[in-house]
């Protein structure tokens, strides 16, 4: 999946300096073949997922691309379902949709909300943008038409070399990297172990969202199964329906999850839609992929 639709107006669009705005509207999405050797003791089966990075004038959104492509086939599936049903009633998988943990960066404000879930109910996390200590290096390299600069840096218990470009101003990059003068678009650590492999990069182009549940329907009234189908991809700006938490508070409701799955499944049998989201839902708060002893995050050496 190759991507490399880019030209030097989008570098100009991205060089403009703005004061900070919430909400902030994409200019590019960038690309990433995202891998995760969740065992190091099985390297041949690693997590992979497709991820995408959408880059404003002063904030990013780092998601799930596979996600986001997900929810526009389950919303078109569901637009002809309602169109052809003579009741009304709709019976789509959305398995794998939405479900997804969200990372928007806000560089100028060094400010992190971090988008996850509990059951179907969204939270919001807000914290300080992650300092990195980062070596900038001479060497140079091109990926897709973008010419990038080498750099090395320590973070969460892994030494990550990453490529950034000076062309797209915004210190964002994928997940929680952040801080150098440049969108970082291709990063793994040492051991290889947690790969962002730039897969390309396209202009943005705006588009209108038609609400699905209909004109006039109050956020409360939306069926949870649709919840998230009229957000604009456009558009940089965190959940407003979410609930505020710290990360203290929501690690510890995720913990009490994992250690009552009793509790966790009559949860979900209570969600309407459940049928269809209950898996993925229950994968993610029991710590994402199988087997996952290796996770992105580790613990400092003391």
């Known amino acids: 999946m190759k991507r490399f639709i880019f030209s030097s107006a989008v570098l100009v669009l991205l ?8 909400p902030d509207t994409a200019r590019v999405l960038v690309h990433y073949r995202f891998t995760h050797v969740t065992n190091p003791a099985d390297p041949a089966h690693p997590y992979t997922e497709n991820m995408a990075l959408l ?3 002063t904030a ?4 799930s ?6 929810d526009e086939q389950f919303r078109k599936a569901y637009v002809a379902a309602t169109a052809a049903g003579p009741d009304g009633r709709v019976m789509i998988d959305r398995s794998g949709a939405s479900m997804h943990t969200q990372y928007f960066l806000y560089p100028n404000e060094q400010k992190l909300l971090t988008k996850d879930y509990i059951l179907a109910s969204e939270y919001l996390i807000e914290g300080p943008m992650p300092a990195i200590d980062w070596k900038i290096s001479g060497d140079t390299a091109t990926f897709g038409g973008l010419h990038c600069q080498k750099a090395t840096g320590h973070f969460k218990g892994r030494d990550y070399i990453v490529w950034f470009c000076p062309d797209l101003t915004v210190r964002t990059g994928p997940w929680k990297l952040n801080g150098l003068p440049g969108v970082i678009i291709d ?5 290889k172990e947690v790969i962002f492999q730039f897969d390309g990069i396209e202009k943005v182009v705006f588009a209108e969202v038609k609400p699905i549940a209909g004109p006039g329907v109050a956020e409360k009234d939306v069926p949870p199964i649709l919840r998230g189908l009229d957000d604009n991809p456009n558009i940089i700006a965190p959940p407003v329906r979410a609930i505020k938490a710290t990360q203290k508070d929501f690690d510890k409701l995720k913990a009490g999850m994992q250690k009552n799955p009793n509790a966790l499944s009559q949860g979900m049998a209570a969600v309407d839609g459940a049928n269809t989201q209950g898996d993925h839902v229950i994968k993610a708060i029991a710590g994402g992929p199988a087997q996952n002893v290796n996770p992105i995050e580790l613990p400092e050496k003391k």
């Open 55 to 57: 880059v404003g004038k």
């Open 187 to 191: 990063a793994h650590d040492t051991k």
């Open 65 to 70: 691309y596979d996600g986001m492509v997900s």
């Open 60 to 63: 990013s959104v780092y998601k």
């Open 15 to 22: 060089a403009l300096t703005a004061k900070a705005q919430h």
